[in-house]
């Protein structure tokens, strides 16, 4: 058993469907039907094609990593927005909102896993001096086996974290909001 | 039935000291440093921000082991790693924009300019530090022969210190004897390996690990900043020096007097105006950051 846990451990490759945990999904929210039109995802990171390293083992990007991102962007539909994905439209009355993904680091200290995301919005909305910041998600869970559904898990919830911040934020620039 | 964790990297490491008898490989042969076709060169940095750290429990090893024990270790180290991952956060935000990456990239290019002997054939960037991933480095390298420059730069667990650090390995393509390609990443086989570190404290660092945090989250980081900019600078000597060891400097350096400092435990090379070296089989620099 000893010999077979110092076999090198081969990289998993991270699922491009974004999938909340259901422990760590946001409580519900009323629905606003508060538009979101996603003009523009991105990944500014360099080397995007790791994700991070846990007691030795890689995690890796999903291939399509386009539809990874828009797939996170989507969990902005379970905090009470309706999304989808068009180009920028001068007379909209949906949010226009541009997502770059800055970092995204999974990794072990000690016994315990953490991830880390920060991921940069800009969002307009005529009459609003519009948004532009940065969302943290942070997450640290003991690492029982590095396996593929806890490594998962973990960087789902990192986006999941960093989700609920912008959720909240961009409450304001809906129109019904005053925005 | 595959073990991750904690568990397996101990074990591992268990296995490997005894299998291996672990000579130390810190001392590069002078018949080493010339190779034909030069050296692809892989900057490696698995990290996006700084990192945090903790010192790890010991309630195990203290009572012999057992299950009971193991899980108040986990509980202990859980606890201990979302307090520091709490005290952290205000100093990631300050260095939002500093990019370390280009850091870590332009020091090995004035190292590599101080070691010109490397014969550097051309330079990579990676974040993937696992064996698979410098496994399969090593079978896209250009070259027959592999630096990789694995770097790291974190906050002390008391939160006193910004360090980095340099893990040098000088790799083959090639080997036999090697049964897995992963194999060819095995301490027998490398050429060299040894790892430089530089450790930046804070004047008068305080006992409690949030204020000394606060300190390094000011102003934008600015101490942050400056540390990790000097620390960086280190290694453009430090990863030089460390190569050109030879065993006659290894005698001397072990007798140095035992020191403490920075919170490491080495043999005191030498004492300058701005920091003291240490080896413990590698090579510390330890430096007060000044106001």
């Known amino acids: ?179 | 039935m595959k073990i991750g964790g904690v568990a397996a990297v101990l074990a591992c490491l268990a296995l490997a000291t005894g299998a291996t008898g672990a000579t130390p490989k810190y001392l590069l042969p002078r018949d080493a440093r010339v190779v034909e076709g030069g050296r692809f060169v892989d900057v490696i940095v698995p990290q996006q921000e700084i990192k945090s750290d903790i010192n790890p429990s010991n309630a195990a090893l203290a009572t012999g082991g057992g299950l009971i024990a193991a899980l108040i270790d986990a509980k202990i180290q859980a606890d201990r790693t979302k307090k520091a991952e709490l005290e952290i956060e205000p100093v990631r935000s300050a260095l939002a924009g500093f990019d370390a990456d280009k850091l870590a990239k332009e020091t090995t290019s004035v190292m590599l300019a101080n070691a010109p002997w490397l014969q550097v054939h051309s330079v990579g960037f990676g974040r993937d530090d696992s064996i698979v991933g410098l496994s399969g480095a090593l079978d896209a390298s250009p070259a027959e022969k592999v630096l990789f420059v694995l770097y790291r730069y974190d906050l002390s667990p008391d939160f006193a210190s910004v360090r980095v650090s340099a893990r040098l390995l000088l790799a083959s393509k090639t080997v036999s004897g090697a049964k897995a390609p992963t194999n060819r990443l095995d301490l027998k086989y490398l050429t060299y390996a040894q790892t430089v570190q530089s450790i930046v404290t804070l004047p008068s660092p305080a006992k409690d690990s949030t204020e000394n945090a606060s300190r390094w989250a000011a102003d934008n980081a600015a101490m942050t900043r400056k540390a990790l900019a000097i620390a960086f600078a280190d290694m453009t000597t430090l990863i030089p020096r460390a190569l050109d060891l030879s065993a006659d400097d290894v005698k001397v350096m072990s007798k140095g007097e035992r020191k403490v400092l920075g919170g490491h435990i080495g043999r005191l090379v030498e004492q300058g105006a701005t920091g003291s070296l240490l080896f413990s089989d590698d090579l510390t620099y330890v430096q007060t950051i000044a106001h």
């Open chain 1, 1 to 179: 058993m000893l010999l077979a846990a110092c076999v090198p451990a081969q990289p998993m490759t991270a699922s491009a469907a974004f999938v909340e945990p259901l422990a760590d999904r946001a409580p519900a929210q009323d629905a606003t039907a508060c538009g979101l039109r996603i003009v523009e995802v991105g990944d500014a990171r360099l080397a995007p094609e790791t994700l991070g390293v846990v007691s030795g083992r890689a995690i890796k990007a999903p291939p399509d990593r386009d539809a990874w991102l828009r797939s996170v962007a989507m969990g902005l539909g379970s905090r009470g927005y309706s999304v989808r994905f068009a180009a920028p439209a001068g007379d909209s009355r949906e949010v226009q909102v541009s997502i770059t993904l800055k970092s995204l680091w999974v990794y072990d200290l000690t016994s315990n896993k953490v991830a880390n995301v920060v991921i940069s919005v800009a969002a307009q909305q005529p009459g609003h001096p519009g948004l532009s910041r940065d969302y943290r998600g942070d997450i640290t869970r003991v690492n029982w086996s590095s396996s593929d559904d806890e490594l998962q898990k973990l960087t789902n919830a990192a986006f999941g974290l960093a989700l609920d911040k912008v959720g909240q934020d961009l409450r304001a620039l809906c129109p019904d909001q005053g925005g």
